[in-house]
């Protein structure tokens, strides 16, 4: 599976941006699919999942309430809706994707498929 991620940029603290992931090489629908992020001179954290099947989408305590994981299957893409942004978001995006019906939304090393990473930029 290869992951394409699109949709960074620079924006003002307050705005929105909306990144989106497009999947290509398997079957979307079987994947669980996960946005972490990385910002300069720290680790990769978790910030939102979305599983393959149900309604078990997880946020990362910081984004709960600004930011929105969806997915159209249709079109092999999964997005991450995010509002009200703080310069504390400026990070690298990532989307990845983990196979099969064991769900662990925020075990980074569980997921088997990474994009390329997408650049958010928040301005104060």
């Known amino acids: 599976v290869q992951l394409q991620a699109s949709g960074g940029g620079l924006v003002q603290a307050g705005g929105s941006l909306r990144p989106s992931c497009a999947a290509s090489?398997?079957?979307?629908?079987?994947?669980?699919m996960g946005w972490f992020r990385q910002a300069p001179g720290k680790e990769r954290e978790f910030v939102a999942a979305?599983?393959?099947?149900?309604?078990?989408?997880y946020y990362v305590d910081s984004v709960k309430g600004r930011f929105t994981i969806s997915r159209d299957n249709a079109k092999n893409t999964v997005y991450l809706q995010m509002n009200n942004l703080k310069p504390e978001d400026t990070a690298v995006y990532y989307c990845?994707?983990?196979?099969?019906?064991?769900?662990?939304?925020?075990?980074?090393?569980?997921?088997?498929?990474w994009g390329q990473g997408a650049q958010v930029t928040v301005s104060s």
């Open positions: 990845a994707a983990q196979y099969g019906t064991s769900y662990r939304a925020n075990f980074q090393d569980k997921y088997n498929y």
């Open positions: 090489g398997g079957t979307f629908s079987n994947y669980n």
């Open positions: 979305i599983p393959w099947r149900g309604s078990n989408i």
